[in-house]
Every structure is written in structure tokens, then in C-alpha cells.
């Protein structure tokens, strides 16, 4: 009933930039903390960047000044604008959505996931 779509993943070269979209649709009621998370090859997956409805940001360290979250809540979309990518940054990078959602005559509320874009930096 809810999907999460992501976009603008790809191959760019080291100190270039890339602008990831999460669009998500369904039958929404409405849209709370949306995030980005990040897992590299044999490594755990791990938080990247929230953000509140209210547009309230939080960034793990390696994303506190090269990268920048945003959304527009009128489209139910989170971005993540990255700049000055490096080799490490190389992952799949995922989205998620803390959704309140229609299920029948229910108002349901869970956390979705994207399926994954693939990031990759090269040297």
C-alpha cells in the first residue's frame, strides 16, 4: 500500500556530487522522520541522515558537512544531495519513511524502506 521509490544513484569520480530522490506514494495519510542509510559492501548498514516533518536535521559524522538532506513535503520526497563524494562512500544507499498510512478502514503506521540505489565513487 506504500511504496518508496529512490533515485540518482550512479558512478562518479572522486570530489564529484550526486543528488539522490526518495519519492514515496500510496495511500499515505501523512509522512514523519524521513531518513538515508548507507551499507557498504560486507559492512552493516548505517544511518546517513533524518530528517523531521518539520524539517529538523540530523547527520552521522561522515555526512555533517559534505552532505546536505532536504524534502519537500508536498511531493512525500527526501533528498540527499552529496558533494565532494570520496572511494568510501561507495554503497547502497536506502531510504527510509516513518509512514501513516490507509489500510482498509485502518490507519496504519510503520516504517518503509526503498529498494536501494547503488552509489559508486571511483578513484
Known amino acids: 500500500q506504500v511504496v518508496l521509490v529512490e533515485s540518482g544513484g550512479g558512478l562518479v569520480q572522486a570530489g564529484g556530487s550526486l543528488r539522490l530522490s526518495c519519492a ?3 495511500s499515505i495519510f501523512n509522512v514523519n522522520d524521513m531518513g538515508w542509510f548507507r551499507q557498504a559492501p560486507g ?3 548505517e544511518l546517513v541522515a533524518t530528517i523531521t516533518s518539520g524539517g529538523s536535521t540530523n547527520y552521522a559524522e561522515v555526512a555533517k558537512v559534505r552532505f546536505t538532506i532536504s524534502r ?3 511531493k512525500n520526497t527526501v533528498y540527499l544531495q552529496m558533494n565532494s563524494l570520496k572511494p568510501e562512500d561507495t ?3 536506502y531510504c527510509n519513511a516513518d509512514i501513516k498510512y490507509y ?6 503506521r510503520d516504517v518503509h524502506w526503498g529498494q536501494g540505489t547503488q552509489v559508486t565513487v571511483s578513484s
Open 24 to 26: 514515496a506514494s500510496g
Open 43 to 45: 559492512k552493516q548498514r
Open 72 to 74: 519537500d513535503n508536498a
Open 91 to 93: 554503497a547502497v544507499y
Open 103 to 108: 489500510s482498509g478502514d485502518y490507519l496504519r
